[in-house]
């Protein structure tokens, strides 16, 4: 994802409204996001869908760090013996 000009990607909501398939047209070749505002304040991001689904995917990825941190620095670990042993296991009850 590009990163954000605050000169031309941040815009008001009338603005945006007016000129909709302008401002895809305009995602579409300049890969910036966009930022509408509402009363000056921003009430929604603009994204091409390639960004929306690199983004969706790295949250998933690092949540899945985070979760595996967690259950290690909580002793939730299972040694390279015990994997062998669960997964030889399984093969066999298959």
């Known amino acids: ?3 954000i000009s605050v000169t031309n990607d ?4 009338a603005e945006f409204k007016s000129g ?3 401002w895809f047209k305009d ?7 966009l930022i509408i505002t509402q009363n000056g304040k921003p009430a ?10 690199e983004l969706v995917y790295k949250k998933s990825f690092l949540d ?6 967690a259950d290690a620095e909580s002793g ?3 040694s390279a013996d015990e994997i062998r042993a669960t997964l030889a ?6």
């Open 76 to 78: 939730k670990t299972y």
């Open 64 to 69: 899945s760090v985070a979760r595996g941190i």
């Open 44 to 53: 929604g991001v603009l994204l091409s869908p390639d960004d929306y689904d």
């Open 89 to 94: 296991a399984r093969r066999s009850n298959g």
């Open 10 to 13: 941040i815009i008001p909501i």
């Open 1 to 3: 994802m590009k990163p």
């Open 20 to 22: 909709i398939s302008r």
């Open 27 to 33: 995602l579409q070749k300049s890969g910036h996001p």
